[in-house]
Each structure stands twice: as C-alpha cells, then as structure tokens.
C-alpha cells in the first residue's frame, strides 16, 4: 500500500519488494545480451543492453503484479504489495525499453515477450480446436526459455547479419534460460501444483530432473563448441568453460533444502549461478586480457 504523510509518499515492506523483486534479473539479462554481443563478434552497444534489461524487469513485475494461485504459495512476501505501483513500474519501464530499441530500428524485440506469454495463457486456436500450452509438462520453461532467447536474437540479429550466429545464440540461450528456470522451480514446487503447471521438479521430482538439466547443459556447450570450431561464433573460450563450470558445478551440488541453510553463502549459491554466473565469466575475461 502507498501511503502519503505530509505531503512525503512512503511505500510499505511488500510495495518495496515487489518493485525491486526483478532488479537482479534485469541486470542478469543485461549481462547475458553482453555475452551474447560477445559471441557475435559484435561491438557493445550499452543502450541495448539497458533497454533490454527495462524490457525483462517489465516482464518480470508484470508476472508478480498479477496475482495468480501459484503466487500465493510461491511469494508469500509480496502479499498486499500495492499492484498499482507494480503496473506503474511496468509501464514505465516497457516505454523506456521500447523506445531505446525502436529508435535503433529494432521493433519486434520490445513486444515477443508479451507476445510469447499470451500465446502460453490463451493458447492457439486452430480451426475449432484450440491448443492450450499452460500447465504441461514442462512446458512453462521452454516458453521462458524460447521468451528470452528470442528477445536476445532479435537484438543481436539486428546488428549481425549471419543467420546461423544469431540462430546459435537463439539456442543455446534458450537452453540456458529454460534451465535456470527449472532450477528456480524447485523452490516453488508447492505453489505449481496447487496451480496445476506440472514443472519439471514437480513431476520428475529432484534428483531425475538435476540429470534431464545436466543433459541440456551438456548439449548447449556442445553445441556453442562446435559453433567455435566452426567459426560460427566467436573465440569466447574463457566465458563458456567459465558458464559450464559454475553451473555443472551448481547443479550437481545444489538441493531445495539450501534454501533454508543457516550460512548465507547456501541460501545464495541458487540466485549466485543463476544471475551471476555471467558476470563472473565477464570478470575473468578481463583479467587475462589486461
């Protein structure tokens, strides 16, 4: 709730952390397209990078301002959080995104997100038949995987003109986000099911779902090296040993009860691989090049 005293607006606990809930994933997506720009051969253009992080953080609070089952369960702390404020923020934040990406000629990237998530609420109508994708079987993940990577290649797609770059970039960062977005699934496996979007954890349960994400992740670097080796994508070896390190690492260490440790550095191994683990190969690149 906002509340207005002597003329000075305060926000309450919840208003405060809803709009601040996705500020560490926007970042984390600036990063990502950085990599991306990397992978390209591309030079870096900061105001893409912004605009794209607007767009993610819009997208994201978006998703939190709307109240929905699974949400009750999932993000108990944001209850009574004011959705004005929320949708204000959302706004706000899509314009400047936009605008920064329109005015570089860059038009379907500002809406795919949006379009991609009414796609997955509604579905697609076919004739008389109308094919709905919410609450299958993984099917959440590999929407906010295709969301994501798709954003991210039309970005890139922009300013590179070799369709099999941007269509490697387009893969293996929606298997990278469709991983991360598992993993932030284990912790939210109550909520899903009360709300009947069978996630992959919810279904296979921990440890077959750890050995499908495994797979991806080998599969992605996989990909990304054989793209290297045939001069699909640039010479980034410090960030892929970097990014298939951290997570393999992550995911063969990682439990949903180190959610509730009592060291910080076990509650924040999860967000750390998650949003981080970009920035740290962007941190070690620059050590060995100085």
């Not at 926000?11 to 600036?30: E, I, K, R, Y």
């Not at 995987?145 to 922009?158: D, F, P, S, Y």
């Not at 994508?233 to 690492?249: A, K, N, Q, Y």
């Amino acid at each position: 709730m906002v509340k207005i005293f002597s003329g000075v607006i305060t926000m309450d606990s919840p208003t405060l952390q809803l709009l601040n809930s996705s500020t560490v994933v926007a970042l984390s997506g600036a990063l990502r397209l950085h990599v991306a720009f990397l992978f390209a051969g591309l030079r870096p253009i900061l105001p893409d990078y912004l605009a794209f992080s607007f767009i993610v953080y819009a997208t994201y609070t978006l998703d939190r301002t709307i109240s929905c089952k699974e949400d009750a369960i999932n993000r108990r702390e944001l209850a009574g959080a004011s959705r004005n404020a929320g949708f204000a923020a959302c706004i706000v934040a899509l314009l400047l995104g936009s605008a920064v990406l329109f005015r570089e000629g860059i038009w379907l990237a500002p809406v795919f997100p949006f379009i991609v998530g009414y796609i997955y609420t509604r579905g697609i109508r076919i004739g008389n038949r109308k094919l709905r994708f919410k609450g299958g079987t993984g099917v959440k993940n590999v929407i906010i995987g295709i969301t994501w990577g798709g954003t991210m290649a039309l970005i890139v797609g922009r300013w590179c003109p070799a369709i099999g770059t941007v269509g490697v970039i387009f893969l293996f960062f929606t298997l990278k986000v469709f991983i991360t977005s598992c993993v932030n699934d284990f912790k939210d496996i109550e909520g899903d099911m009360a709300a009947g979007i069978r996630t992959l954890p919810a279904y296979l349960g921990e440890n077959p779902t750890k050995a499908v994400l495994i797979t991806v992740l080998v599969g992605s670097y996989a990909i990304m090296v054989a793209a290297l080796l045939l001069s699909i994508i640039r010479d980034e070896w410090v960030l892929l040993s970097t990014g298939f390190l951290i997570m393999l690492g992550f995911l063969l260490v990682y439990t949903p009860s180190l959610e509730q440790s009592s060291r910080m550095v076990c509650r924040k191994m999860r967000e750390f691989a998650i949003s981080w683990e970009a920035g740290v190969g962007l941190v070690f690149r620059a050590c060995l090049a100085a």
